[in-house]
């Protein structure tokens, strides 16, 4: 399984991006996502959690401005940005703890990353 980050890019301070992580293929069943950051020189940061139980966590930094989502229909993620801010720059990267086939283990799996740069 590969997943596949897209929907980054350069926007201004206040402005909104919408994040997407799709699965290359059909998904047994998909236990959490998760989106993280990377400013430069940093680490990876959790930025926000999707439980398959409905349950959210947002890091306190992006509370109340970014939404995490799923369609497991689609086998797909989303991370909705608003009212971003110069902070919010950096790689972002997709998570997922899933397994492949009814008869496959809970793997960890990771998309490549996606820029996004918040400046005036």
């Known amino acids: 399984v590969q997943l596949q980050a897209s929907g980054g890019g350069l926007v201004r301070p206040g402005g909104s991006l919408r994040l997407s992580c799709a699965a290359s293929e059909s998904i047994f069943s998909i236990n959490v996502v998760s989106w993280y950051r990377q400013a430069p020189g940093k680490q990876r940061d959790l930025v926000a959690t999707a439980t398959s139980g409905g349950g959210t966590y947002y890091a306190d930094y992006v509370k109340g401005r970014f939404a995490i989502s799923r369609d497991n229909a689609k086998n797909t993620m989303y991370l909705q940005m608003n009212s971003l801010k110069p902070e919010d720059t950096g790689v972002y990267y997709c998570?997922?703890?899933?397994?492949?086939?009814?008869?496959?283990?809970?793997?960890?799996?990771w998309g490549q990353g996606t820029q996004v740069t918040v400046s005036s």
């Open positions: 998570y997922a703890s899933l397994r492949r086939t009814w008869s496959s283990r809970k793997q960890d799996y």
